[in-house]
């Protein structure tokens, strides 16, 4: 069995990471902002990237279904190799449900997303504003434990390959 | 000669006979609302409170007459942080000027329910001919008139400063109205 990943597994890896970091690094700052035509650019540019994420995530779950990823290492015991699986279960559910909030977040409070302006997304819910905030504190805490999950992942990599010396990170990289 | 007078003075009355004035507006079922585009996206929103003088007989159409007054303060955005930012100096300074108002002129009826009211829009100090296209429709005793026209922001100085480019708000505004009355008594 390999123990590698595909380039096109790894493409999509880093392409994930850097829209992620993008897009959360953006979200936390913009909501803060004063009302400026700033901030309304700002907001578009996060729904727009919002949206290449999501598609992102399907593709490389599609990939993921006919690309079976590398098994992790046999010295792992078991209760790590769970917490691995359950980690990253945790990581895709959140790439899905966080555009998901977000997209209909904006329907609920009145604001269309339509992508790269040009193409519209139909809006599943309607106006409605207690929806609105409701939905808005759901993106919220799912990004803040996505925050917290990232760290993690990115821990564990770190752990994997300067504490247990393996070659979990590493297999992500390129040329490897 | 008894019957010409008869016909004559029967013919004067008919009309009035039928004639019905709506001059009774109804706030509760009437509305004042907008659609803007945001970034090429359609954004609506409308106002809560308005009040007007109207006197609209389907008889006689180009007599008609209708004045407005939307308090511009009562914005429904969507959201609150657009409330408040609408309401301030940039967009309608509703301090120096808190209301719009409409004051129709001629009123030309363009066949079956649609007539044309030709009027003057007053906001933020600066007022335009505008012309509205607009329909009426008898509902029970009330008379229902709908109707949208567009006018340009910059033409009033809405969104001043840093919105007065139309890359993220653009300047069509497009205004629409249900306006319902019932006749006086």
């Known amino acids: 069995m390999t123990t590698r990943y595909t380039a096109t597994a790894k493409t999509l890896h880093w392409a ?98 339509v992508w790269f302006g040009v193409l519209p997304i139909p809006d599943l819910v309607g106006k409605d504003k207690e929806l609105g905030d409701l939905l808005q ?12 999950a990232i760290a993690g992942h990115i821990g564990a990599a770190l752990k994997h390959h300067f504490i247990d010396r393996d070659d979990i990170l590493t297999r992500m990289l390129p040329r490897h | 000669m008894k019957k010409i007078v008869l016909a004559t003075a029967l013919a004067a009355l008919l009309p009035a006979a039928h004639a019905v004035e709506f001059n009774q507006v109804q706030p509760d079922k009437s509305a004042v609302s907008f659609v803007y585009k945001q970034m090429g996206v359609a954004v609506d929103g409308r106002f809560r409170k308005f009040s007007g003088q109207l006197a609209f007989d389907p008889a006689k159409p180009e007599a008609a007459k209708a004045a407005f007054d939307v308090d511009l303060a009562s914005v429904d955005t969507g959201a609150p942080e657009g409330d408040q930012e609408v309401a ?73 400063g840093t919105w007065a480019k139309f890359d993220i708000v653009a300047n069509d505004v497009q205004v629409k109205f249900r306006i319902t009355a019932v006749p006086g008594k």
């Open chain 2, 88 to 160: 301030g100096k940039p967009w309608f300074d509703t301090r120096a000027f808190p209301s719009a108002r409409f004051v129709s002129g001629a009123v030309k009826p363009l066949g079956g329910n649609r007539y044309e009211v030709a009027g003057k829009l007053s906001i933020k100090g600066r007022t335009q001919d505008v012309i509205v296209p607009a329909t009426f429709t008898a509902q029970g005793n009330a008379g229902v008139f709908d109707g949208t026209f567009t006018i340009r922001r910059a033409d009033f100085s809405i969104g001043e």
């Open chain 1, 16 to 113: 994930m990471a850097i829209l992620i970091f993008g897009l959360l690094a953006l979200g936390f700052y913009m909501h803060d902002l004063p009302l400026s035509p700033e901030k309304l650019k700002l907001y578009s540019w996060h729904k727009w990237a919002g949206v290449c994420a999501f598609l992102l995530v399907l593709v490389r779950l599609a990939w993921r279904a006919a690309h079976r990823p590398p098994p992790l290492p046999a010295t792992m015991p078991a209760h790590l190799q769970f917490a691995a699986h359950a980690g990253h279960f945790l990581l895709y559910a959140l790439m899905l449900a966080i555009p998901l909030s977000g997209w209909l977040m904006s329907s609920a409070k009145g604001f269309q997303t």
């Open chain 1, 137 to 148: 504190s759901v993106h919220m805490v799912l990004n803040l434990v996505f925050a917290i």
